[in-house]
């Protein structure tokens, strides 16, 4: 698919934008002052594959820990400040390697002094506008007052998001009058269309990489199904430079969750790719249990394998043909297909063993 050309900027030793893949972000959720588990789920995060990882700086303790953690792990990290633009300049003096500003909590001055500071270390600046926390003025106030009745949602939408680009255009403009260019934008909502309507009206207008996610999306499965609507749908129209799923959830299954969306798409190659059907009154074996075994067994893999897992006759041999390595499933057994041709015939008892024996032997040939 053709990707919105943006401008490259480097984050630490990681290049967003210009072309390069887009990028799965990840943020801890411990107390950032607790340094060992800061950087134990730092390191669990980039075992999962983030690419970056944003911590949160809401008080002076959790800026001056960054140096230990600094310490103790090589991904670019960045910095989550509100408010208090001085937490962000001592963050930069500990070794950040991008700030987050939000100027709907931080005034321009603050952000001048923060981009004044950030271009003399070579640190981007994000400017994160999130809908829940617009600056004053950029929002009609009767939209502000009360319930939104439903004949308005569409009218509501609109507004919100054309707020969020004005704001976001506001500060892009403020920070290149003093000759900062090494900018990243986001513009999330809880709301989907939202989201996906305020990165449109944007995409054309700054030439700076975006990204993608929804904000306060929820638990699973709720908060999996908005974010990959919106962050897929953008995604699909070239939208989108780095990307981070936000879950009230274990924040590894966050980035696990943001490789799916890529592999989706097919912008990410790597690992496995599981396919199983949704069972009927034809299946006669316990799919689901096989499915969900198989799945927990290839985790670690890293090879990209196509592996199918069917329960009848129907579709079944022609998924596993199509696939890698599959199983076609019938009433007693399965049988076995291997880039697209039958190998053999599979007892029930034996279908998981075989298979996931199959996709270690092409794992390692691969290797």
Known sequence: MKRRKSREVKVGGLKIGGGSPVVVQGMTKTKTEDVPATVAQIRKLTQAGAKIVRIALPNILATRALSKIRAEVDIPLVADVHFNHKLALEA????????????????????????????????????????????????????????????????????????????????????????????????????????????????????????????????????????????????????????????????????????????????????????????????????????????????????PLKIAVMGCEVNGPGEAREADIGIACTKRGGTLFKKGKPLRKVKEKDIVRVLLEEVEKMSQEAD
């Open 92 to 303: 930069i003096d500990r070794g950040i390697d991008k700030v987050r500003v939000n100027p709907g909590n931080m005034g321009r001055k603050e952000i001048l002094k923060i981009a004044e500071k950030a271009k003399k270390k070579g640190i981007p600046l994000r400017v994160g506008i999130n809908s829940g926390s617009l600056e004053r003025g950029v929002l009609k106030d009767h939209f502000l007052k009360g319930r939104v009745r439903e004949d308005e949602e569409e009218r509501y939408r609109t507004t919100v998001a054309e707020a969020m680009v004005k704001s976001a255009l506001n500060t892009v403009k403020l920070l290149e009058k003093v000759d900062f260019s090494d900018i990243v934008v986001s513009l999330k909502a809880s709301d989907v269309l939202t989201t996906i309507l305020s990165y449109q009206l944007i995409s054309d207008k700054i030439p700076y990489p975006l990204h993608l996610g929804i904000t306060a999306s929820g638990p699973p499965p709720e908060g999996i199904i908005k974010s990959s609507i919106a962050i897929g749908a953008l995604l699909f129209q070239g939208i989108g430079d780095t990307i981070r799923v936000s879950l009230t959830y274990d924040p590894v299954e966050e980035v696990k969750i943001g490789y799916q969306i890529l592999k989706s798409l097919g912008l990410f190659k790597g690992g496995p790719d599981l396919i199983s059907c949704p069972t009927c009154g034809r299946c006669r074996i316990d799919l689901e249990s096989v499915a969900k075994e198989v799945l927990s067994e290839i985790e670690g893999i890293k090879t």
